[in-house]
């Protein structure tokens, strides 16, 4: 008897952890990532204005036409720019970090 009393309560439990569970939102962490495009959701990309994105990442460069052709590229291959006019580039992930240029140092500004 005591079995099935303790069969019963495991069942109940597992049946609210599994509704909680499915209850929980799933939005991005935050909406102002996406104007750099930072990607926080999965799914399709949403397309990024890259000339607008690299105009600010580039605002601070010493050579800023360099820059906005190395950004652009980069923008348009990883669909990222990452946020501030300088370093970040984990927040764009591997695609971004990994380019390099014909030298071998990092391509993306």
């Known amino acids: 008897m005591a079995t099935s009393a303790y069969l019963f309560l495991f069942f109940c439990i597992g049946a609210l952890f599994f509704a909680l569970a499915s209850a929980q939102s799933k939005k991005p962490l935050a909406d102002d990532a996406q104007m750099f495009g930072v990607q926080l959701t999965t799914g399709a990309p949403s397309p990024l204005n890259c000339k ?32 501030g006019t300088s370093g970040n580039q984990q927040a764009c992930g591997v695609c971004y970090a990994r380019q390099k240029g014909p030298d071998g140092n990092p391509k993306c500004p």
């Open 52 to 83: 607008a994105a690299c105009k600010y990442r580039c605002s601070e460069s010493s050579h800023p036409s360099g820059c906005k052709r190395a950004c652009g590229t980069c923008c348009i291959r990883c669909n990222c720019v990452p946020p």
